[in-house]
């Protein structure tokens, strides 16, 4: 089992940069690959970033290639989602998410998808203004 909690979020304006925590607990931290989704009002929830157990490989969406960097620290048990430039589009709760130590992933494509993650945080709300 991993829980999740995540920090960080807040009101910031359009051109600005937050730093997310996802502070996590459990023992497989660091055999799990993480993610960060997010939700905007009225959306479904949708991938943004994605690590491997080891770090080595990161994944993102179109939307935010350039502007955000995912990251761990397994000596903490904790991830990262460096954001910048920040537009009022990237307004949403973002949240944590971490698979089992246990799955098997047979291609790059399933770290983009909600369902391959089987631990998730509560999120943090980012709110940018224009």
């Known amino acids: 089992q991993v829980q999740l909690v995540e920090s960080g979020g807040g009101l910031v304006q359009a051109g600005g940069s937050l730093r997310l925590s996802c502070a996590a607990s459990?023992?497989?931290?660091?055999?799990?690959?993480l993610g960060w989704f997010r939700q905007a009002p009225g959306k479904a929830r949708e991938f943004v970033a994605a690590?491997?157990?080891?770090?080595?490989?990161?994944y993102y969406a179109d939307s935010v290639k350039g502007r955000f960097t995912i990251s761990r620290d397994d000596a903490k048990n904790t991830a990262y989602l460096q954001l910048n430039s920040l537009k009022p589009e990237d307004t949403a709760v973002y949240y944590c998410?971490?698979?089992?130590?246990?799955?098997?992933?047979?291609?790059?494509?399933?770290?983009?998808?909600?369902?391959?993650?089987?631990?998730w945080g509560q999120g943090t709300q980012v709110t940018v203004s224009s």
């Open positions: 459990g023992r497989t931290f660091s055999a799990s690959a």
């Open positions: 690590i491997s157990r080891s770090g080595d490989n990161t």
């Open positions: 998410a971490a698979m089992d130590k246990m799955r098997i992933l047979y291609s790059s494509g399933a770290y983009f998808a909600r369902g391959s993650y089987d631990y």
